[in-house]
């Protein structure tokens, strides 16, 4: 049995880890902590830790996991360069699954955009990438979207940077040859919805995949948890989790 600690207890993500710790068999919830309340303590005694919180706070929890020597499963999104890069230090020593998205929905829909990209290319084909989410998420693109485009430049020698058009407005002229398009939505209580789009002269191929509880992404920072027993020290994401590499 897996003895969890939920950061972020109050949060919508923390009450859904909650309830998805508590569902597994192979887990249970021995520590939550929440805004204000010590952290080292929180730590103390648990196999792994989750957090879905904020990305400021990652470094207090990189720093209370490294102190008590206890694996982390990191689902905030947004974090800078800099944070990202004391996540990576940080691996170094402990098992830390870090990902966009832990839905084994949305990790099939990584697998697939990568296989369409090497099958279609960008040479006939256009590529559009929406993602929309609830009116209170606080980053856009998604980190769901995010990833969709780093697979998309892989595959197709883009760059995020040069390449990808985060909407469009005005006379912009026609659609530039290595063009990818990003199209963020927020409203209303969306849990999450993204498409890749491939779209060529007489056809057009969409990957979706649409979420309609956090209980999906919940479940598989659970998993991830259970799955980082045991593991060396490194950075993982739930490719690796699902045996997908």
Known sequence: MT??????????????????????????????????ENLINAFDGV?????????????SVLDAALETNTPLVIGTTGHTDEEKAK??????????????????????????????AQ???????????????HKHKIDSPSGTARRLLEILNEETNTSYED?????????????????IGMHTLR???????????FAAD???????HKASSRLTFASGAVRASIWLQGRAPGLYDMQDVLGLK
């Open 202 to 208: 007489g056809e057009r191929v969409e990957l979706t």
């Open 163 to 179: 390449d990808v058009a985060h909407g469009r407005v005005g006379n912009i002229g026609p659609r530039p040859p290595k063009e």
């Open 187 to 197: 409203g209303g209580d969306v849990v999450g919805d993204h498409t890749v789009m």
């Open 87 to 116: 996540i990576i230090e940080a691996s170094k020593k402990l098992p830390i699954v870090f990902a966009a998205n832990y839905s084994i929905g949305v990790n099939t829909l990584f697998y697939l955009t990568q296989k369409a």
């Open 3 to 36: 003895k969890l600690l939920i950061l972020g207890r109050s949060g919508r993500m923390g009450q859904a880890l909650i309830e998805a710790a508590t569902a597994d068999s192979g887990s249970e919830v021995a520590k939550t902590h929440d805004h204000g």
């Open 119 to 133: 099958i279609l290319g960008n040479d006939r084909f256009d590529i559009e990438v929406t993602e929309m989410h």
């Open 47 to 59: 196999d792994a830790a989750i957090d879905f919180t904020v990305h400021n706070f990652t470094e």
